[in-house]
């Protein structure tokens, strides 16, 4: 287009930075500004919105909030709602809550209409949850209800979740059922949350009963609903109920995933069912799943509970050859299970595997190794097992 004189205007340039930044091109963003400017357009405000987004999602959180500060200071462009919005939500997803509530009280004097500022408290008061500040979260909550913001369903469901993460049930239930009250329709992910936090709790009876209560709103529950229910089963140790949902899921036309194969092995593995959980295994990867290296780790971690060490090895060993690769939590659940098994010569080796591996033994695995030396005296293989996480000179 430029090499036939065509001068691309800033809306043609917007496009591109655009597309940019979807691929997470951010370079390719910055230097299609410079482009931008020395061709005499000049960016605006569309241009260092999308800019910002691509900073944020590679992590380079400081970088667009020195930006957006440059331009505030600066005035060269006027941050409009959505530039806000970006940066608010931006910021809570990088964790740094306290600088996005700022930013919203900075953002509330520019008088934007209510509606479409819901989106930015609604970031903040999800932040404010997954911090454990749900107090803070609910003061927030309040306070926009109070300046006449209606809550929309992403808000109800941050909060009924941060309510059920901190174990206060009823006032969970009680906001699902203001939400109803203000005609706002629970979603799938909103019934997903009670389902979910419910089962983790082993309360399964409940979690039924909330599906119950979503099909007869006309609300479908997806595959994570359902995987979430037969986690509840698996921790209650009920695996006949844990392997009905499973099968009903199928039945229902949804496709098990690994995260459904995932919980149910992991039920079998827990309750020392490990026979059934190496069918499952199998069965998974007949049907073109590939195991990921959460599946590994709890196969391992079952067959070492059942004393079937070599088999546990053969699999760390295959786990490999498959291209996956055991992560640190594999090593320590290997290490342990080794351990209690008194196999302290293999579990040596796999320590050294480990450290090679520039992976280190956590503090239970530590803890075990120590507790064993006190109580088997100078053993030289436990001895060298210390030996391997102290530091190196």
């Known amino acids: 287009m430029m090499e036939k004189k065509v001068s691309p205007d800033v809306r043609t340039f917007n496009i591109l930075v655009d597309a940019f930044y979807k691929e997470g091109m951010v370079q390719e963003v910055e230097e299609a500004i410079e482009v931008m400017i020395k061709s005499g357009e000049v960016p605006n405000i569309v241009t260092y919105t999308s800019l910002m987004k691509g900073l944020f999602a590679q992590g380079k959180s400081s970088e667009a909030k020195n930006l957006f500060t440059k331009l505030v200071r600066e005035r060269k462009v006027k941050p409009t709602v959505v530039t806000y919005g970006t940066v608010i939500n931006g910021l809570c997803k990088s964790g740094n809550t306290k600088d996005a509530i700022e930013l919203l009280r900075s953002m509330e004097k520019h008088n934007f209409e209510a509606p479409k500022i819901v989106h930015s408290y609604s970031a903040i008061i999800d932040s404010l949850c997954k911090d454990r500040m749900v107090s803070d979260a609910r003061s927030l909550f309040a306070e926009m209800i109070e300046k006449g913001i ?56 409940e979690a039924e009963d909330v599906i119950e209560f979503m099909i007869q709103r006309g609300v479908v529950p997806s595959l994570i609903t359902y995987t979430a229910l037969m986690g509840g089963y698996c921790l209650r140790g009920q695996m006949e109920e844990a392997r009905k949902v499973f099968e009903s899921t199928v039945n229902r ?43 590994y780790t709890v196969m391992i971690d079952g067959l070492c509970q059942e004393g079937m060490f070599d088999e546990a090895k053969e699999l760390l060993v295959r786990m490999e050859e498959c291209g996956c690769v055991p992560n640190v ?22 320590v050294e595997k480990m450290v090679r591996r520039g992976f280190s033994p956590d503090a239970s695995t530590v803890s075990m190794i120590v507790d064993i030396h006190r109580k088997r005296g100078h053993d030289p293989t436990i001895l060298d097992m210390i030996q391997n996480f102290l530091p190196k000179e």
């Not at 593995?269 to 490990?274: D, E, L, P, V, Y």
């Not at 939590?329 to 080796?349: D, M, P, R, W």
């Open 329 to 350: 939590v594999t090593y320590n659940v290997i290490v342990q299970g080794f351990l209690k098994g008194s196999q302290y010569y293999e579990a040596l080796l796999l």
């Open 150 to 205: 209606s809550p929309c369903v992403v808000t109800y469901s941050s909060l009924i979740q941060g309510l059920c993460n901190s174990g206060q049930w009823e006032e969970a239930t009680k906001l699902l059922r203001e939400m109803m009250e203000q005609n706002l329709s629970p979603n799938v992910h909103t019934f997903g949350i009670l389902v979910d936090a419910l089962c983790k709790e082993g309360k399964v009876q």
């Open 253 to 295: 036309g949804l496709e098990p995933d690994i995260i459904s194969y995932n919980t149910l092995i992991n039920g079998y593995c827990k309750n020392g069912r490990i026979d059934e959980g190496i069918h499952l295994f199998d069965e998974m990867i007949a049907k073109g799943l590939q195991p990921n290296v959460h599946t």
